[in-house]
């Protein structure tokens, strides 16, 4: 089990990945919708792992990862995206995404990437 912080600036999207990682027996720590706010809970509960969308007010998820990964090098972060962003999603790893998941998720390609992650 381990504890995660989910970013997305939707709602839904975070209820639909909390539902998905609590019935994976994981703990959600933290739920927020902006990059800043990401950063902040990151540092607050310094969880196994964060998903973190793309696209966000404030700061986006790539600014949020930079921030995190370079305060916290061990960091764990899967980004979420929408199809059609895959230069985006190059751009996430090379900035320490260990892993992506599209949008909409597939509750099977979401376990599968958190567990690839967290070993």
Do not use: W
């Amino acid at each position: 089990m381990a504890k995660i912080l989910i970013v997305d600036d939707a709602k839904f999207m975070r209820v639909t990945l909390s539902h998905i990682l609590t019935k994976a027996d994981h703990e959600i720590v933290g739920e927020c919708g902006t990059g800043k706010e990401a950063v902040s809970l990151y540092r607050e509960f310094q969880p196994d792992l964060v998903t973190m969308d793309i696209t966000m007010p404030e700061m986006s998820g790539l600014e949020a990862v930079r921030v995190i990964k370079n305060e916290f090098p061990q960091a764990k972060v899967i980004m979420c995206s929408s199809m059609g962003q895959q230069k985006i999603i190059v751009e996430a790893i090379e900035e320490g995404a260990k892993d992506f998941i599209v949008k909409p998720f597939d509750e099977a390609r979401v376990i599968d990437a958190v567990n690839r992650v967290l070993s």
